[in-house]
């Protein structure tokens, strides 16, 4: 299960045609796609990167695991980047060499996706480099081979990865 569902959450999202029609909205984009890391491996992991007006906000690598209540979920490492990194720059395969002491991520930081129908997944992808309240927010999730719908959670100040 962990390979069909990085088969379909997989690509490259915006909201371009939305922040166009109304300038309020921030233009957000974000690429997932597998990657092979040989010290990772058999697992199946995710490139994970978003960026909020053109600059990189989170760069991670996503190892998918089903968990035995037959849920998805992801343990994400933190990739550190420069500030100001331009979204879609990022190469990832200069990852492929990297080693378990590389990989750094916070527990307490959790993803996890539902399959409800063969080809649809509902989640939660905790916003794992910003606290409120004691918590971090949480982005609620809902997507299909070939659509995404993210709902952000109100009064977030996203920092990028550090």
Known sequence: READFATIFNGVWDNKDQAHKDPRFDILEIRLQPID?????PATVLFVEEAVNGFVNILNLA???EG??????????????EARLKGGSFNPDVLTNITLEELHGDENCSTDFEQVESRLFIGEWA?????NKGRHPMYSLIFTCIHHISIMP??????RTQ
Request: one cysteine or more; glycine letters at 4%.
């Open 68 to 81: 035995p209540d037959g849920n998805i979920h992801l343990k994400r490492y933190n990739i550190t980047h």
């Open 63 to 65: 190892v998918v695991t």
């Open 37 to 41: 890391i040989p010290v990772l491996r």
């Open 154 to 159: 109100l009064n977030v100040k996203e920092a």
């Open 127 to 131: 916003i794992c480099n910003y606290v």
